[in-house]
């Protein structure tokens, strides 16, 4: 695979970002920059504007998906900006646009993203040390089938430097169904 | 508005791309490089992915919108990658996700695209010097609401300069609706 | 196939309806409902209004697919509420959620819808007298790849027999690629 | 209000699906068409099938939001079929099209749902003996904004019964934001 990764922040929303949070997000987003991926984000504030601060401090490129049909607002450090139009659902898109994703603080919405990367098998790390949802789940699985377990990570480079190893592991054998292009295009 | 701009190439995908719709799609994408701006295609062949490498070749970034739910495959020429998992459900992304659109060539997948930015009064130039949808719509609306016509160009540079033109006017006062943005975050 | 058949009804909105196109969907809605299919439409006024409005009439079942995240407003003739929540996108799902579809009048939405049912490869024919879409698209194939010719027809009944007839031929050996379910459920 | 109430029931899929969450969920199928609702479930089987045919049992009417293009495959007693083409995106508009939902059993798939109706402030009630998800969030709320809390119940009949009061209440003032309808229509 030649293609730049691209690694997904999840997490806070305005509303429930704490200033660690917000700090530690925005080291992730240098930590994603220094490794050449591309850090992509739900294009919001929060943690999503923190990653992405912290990727183009080290001259990293950035990707918001925005649930809303126009392409503003979004934060100012999006290069490139995707409008879905579709809500809500737009947290599928975010999860199938990456190689894998870390957990940085987060309520309900961040719990909605991380069952999708569940179901759909996409490797995802917690930011242990930022609270919230990045707490709640660390190790846990969220159903019996055990697809995919939350992994632990203390600091934003461990947090990063383990999600490569899963990703690295995970394109090896992957599990995840996903679908299949098919044969007429249009 | 600082945020780069985004605009999209529309037209044949591989099965239908003529040798010279491929050679002016390549055209377009490097002027689209040249202004600044960013390249959206729905990140597959023939005229998405001649536009694409045009864009590369000028040193332009460049964003693929995959109707699939994993980022692979993809034309090489992609930096950014989304993969929707919506189908064709994803042509009003591709739309949503661009300030102004040209078309090069295209068939029935184009055309729906084309009728989305009507609705949502997107400014759309057509290269009619590349067959296909571009030369059949040239000229057109849609329906009798008149929201917006497809310009015809008969050059890349014409297509590029004619379709900022249209973006400047549009900013000025947008007719477009678009989906508000909701107060809670999550 | 033991499940009821489902028979979307497209055309002009609220905006664009005429007099004359509104009274032929209420007959198309009444046909649809004495062959015993459910009536599909986008669940809003105009065409879509009058299609289920004959259906009720004849005691057959409606099925409104909204673009909104809320399940009103809707016109009142809708038996089951769908609120897609993905804007204009919703329209490839009024197309996958029908055997067939039947055009009445319409414009550039309606255009969107018929492209899709094009590329998706389900028939489609079109009242030729209702005007508008319906009579422009009579019997055109969208491009040279001739998926799926728009047939025309010139009452409400022959309109539903006409598709009946192609929606029994397709049953026997559908082209039609569509998404292929995954091994595993959640 | 005068259309039909639509209740949802989300929970376990085949995989994971036990005997006693299958016998229950018939039972609240039973239930919701017994105060003459619409039972809607995502289509598929285990707690989805069961519902279903719970309602079927007692006259009701069922709808089937599929996430897959196709409306086959499905379970046989859906009366009406949506094929919605976006993936697992489609759990947004399973409960998008609800009044209100009841978790019966369940895993990830049905978490997923759950933060979903949280998010968007949508009634939603456990029946706590089903176990699963139903058991595990009986109480809860997803985070600190406390928009909507998991209430308990042991048994269908009390189940629907709790839901349409909770449904009542929220109709007099509802948070939810949803997406706005558009002045304009196509």
Known sequence: MSRRLQIAVIGSSKSICTKKAY???EKVGEEIAKIGA??????GHGVMEAAMKGAKKQGGLTLGILPWEKMDPHNKYCDVIVATGIGWSRDAINLN????AIIVGGGAGTLNEATY???EDIPI??????GGMAKTLTGIYFDERKTERVIGTRTPREAVTRLLGE???KKK????PGIIQRKRDY
Do not use: N, P
Request: charged content about 25%.
């Open 167 to 169: 990703i690295k592991k």
């Open 173 to 176: 054998k992957s599990k995840r």
């Open 125 to 130: 790390v917690a930011l242990t040390t930022s």
């Open 38 to 43: 591309t850090t992509v984000t739900g294009g």
């Open 23 to 25: 700090r530690l997000a």
């Open 97 to 100: 646009s990456c190689d894998g």
């Open 117 to 119: 990367a569940y179901i």
